[in-house]
């Protein structure tokens, strides 16, 4: 049997991303730039850039705007010094955050997480406090349209997929976990099968989960948004599990 799917939990203010298009455009091609100049413009030979332009896709961004960026990275045109960061810290009810950042300046970017992790009850914590809390997964959007349990549980456990997590509601997507080794073989298996993929990335993925309900819950979500307003967070992580109705549409 299919696992039960707490993605979206994790995700649980997904609606943001519609409303913050031009934001989630903007960070994904600070990372296509990035990969692009360190790793060079060929996505076959540049794994990172490969998931960047892959969540490119799945944000909906168009091609010319894709390969604007790449040429920007390659081409010299970007003369700008990112360095990839993680920072960790705690939420409301001990709720474990993980943060990725994309950034120039570590001074602010810490300085700027500090501050929103303090505006919401949290507090901004050291390299590798909650980290062991999770574990580095492939996480594969499968749109339910047409989909049978037996059928998806199949092909994704034969193309090497850890495990298989069933919706919470039947318009949600099915999720495919992976290693992270295994990510893009299993996605481009179950493509190439028939099954449409919503949206694919790496992430991390949390062993326990801490159930989050009232005020707690609610500054959370506030704490995400504060976190993935700022320019420099890429992605943001949690081990909470919020039950519905916890929180406004």
């Known amino acids: 049997m299919a696992g039960h799917n707490k993605w979206s939990k994790v995700k649980h203010r997904k609606a943001v991303v519609d409303k913050r298009r031009s934001k989630v455009w903007s960070k994904v091609s600070r990372a296509i730039i990035v990969a692009a100049r360190h790793g060079g413009a060929d996505p076959n030979f540049n794994l990172t850039l490969r998931y960047a332009i892959d969540e490119a896709r799945y944000a ?144 991390m993925i949390p062993e326990q989960w801490v159930t989050l309900r009232g005020e707690n819950a609610k500054n959370l979500a506030a704490l995400v948004d504060a976190l993935e307003d700022l320019d420099d967070v890429q992605k943001v992580y949690t081990n909470a599990d919020i039950p519905d109705g916890e929180l406004p549409d």
């Open 60 to 203: 909906n961004m168009p091609r010319d705007v894709i390969d604007r960026a790449i040429q920007k990275g390659a081409g010299g045109g970007d003369t700008s010094a990112y360095e990839n960061v993680r920072y960790e810290g705690y939420a409301p009810g001990g709720v474990a955050v993980i943060v990725d950042a994309l950034t120039d300046n570590r001074t602010r970017t810490a300085t700027d997480l500090r501050n929103a992790f303090g505006d919401h009850d949290g507090n901004l914590g050291a390299s590798n406090c909650v980290a062991f809390m999770f574990q580095a997964r492939g996480r594969i959007s499968i749109a339910p349209a047409g989909v049978t349990e037996d059928a998806l549980l199949e092909a994704a456990l034969n193309a090497g997929a850890l495990d298989v997590l069933a919706p919470d509601q039947p318009d949600d997507p099915w999720t495919v976990l992976t290693d992270v080794p295994a990510f893009h073989a299993v996605k481009d298996t179950l493509e190439k099968a028939g099954y449409a993929v919503a949206e694919a990335e790496l992430g």
